[in-house]
């Protein structure tokens, strides 16, 4: 199994929880597709895009369970990031762990997946 990682507001987690799938953010919905990190990836992609906020979730997705079209794409870096093109069903999610600020200002991770 793969894990891959999404970032999310702790309200939208909820939403998706009650939805029972994340259609995925504005950004995500402007650019036609569910960005994710790998564990190499996503505490650059906290520091990038969330800096600073609180009341966030990690979300630890397996992506065997996806059913929408994954594919890795060339991002920031050079690197290759998976992309989700659908919905994020909230079965896929296998863990959702608490990502607080540390008293440094920057988000405290817990264990990741390789």
């Given at each position: 199994m793969t894990t891959i990682y999404r970032i999310l507001p702790a309200a939208d987690w909820?939403?998706?929880?009650?939805?029972?799938?994340?259609a995925g953010s504005a950004h995500d919905i402007r650019d036609g597709f569910i960005h994710f990190?790998?564990?190499a990836q996503v505490a650059e992609t906290a520091a990038k895009h969330y800096a600073g906020l609180e009341?966030?979730?990690l979300l630890y997705?397996?992506?065997d369970a996806l059913s929408a079209p994954l594919?890795?794409?060339?991002?920031?870096?050079?690197?290759?990031?998976?992309?989700?093109?659908?919905?994020?069903p909230v079965a896929a999610v296998h863990r959702v762990a608490p990502l607080p600020l540390g008293p440094d200002g920057r988000h405290?991770?817990?264990d990741l997946e390789s």
């Amino acid at each position: 199994m793969t894990t891959i990682y999404r970032i999310l507001p702790a309200a939208d987690w909820a939403a998706a929880k009650a939805a029972g799938h994340f259609a995925g953010s504005a950004h995500d919905i402007r650019d036609g597709f569910i960005h994710f990190s790998t564990s190499a990836q996503v505490a650059e992609t906290a520091a990038k895009h969330y800096a600073g906020l609180e009341d966030l979730v990690l979300l630890y997705v397996r992506t065997d369970a996806l059913s929408a079209p994954l594919k890795w794409e060339t991002s920031r870096n050079d690197d290759l990031f998976p992309h989700l093109y659908g919905d994020l069903p909230v079965a896929a999610v296998h863990r959702v762990a608490p990502l607080p600020l540390g008293p440094d200002g920057r988000h405290v991770f817990p264990d990741l997946e390789s």
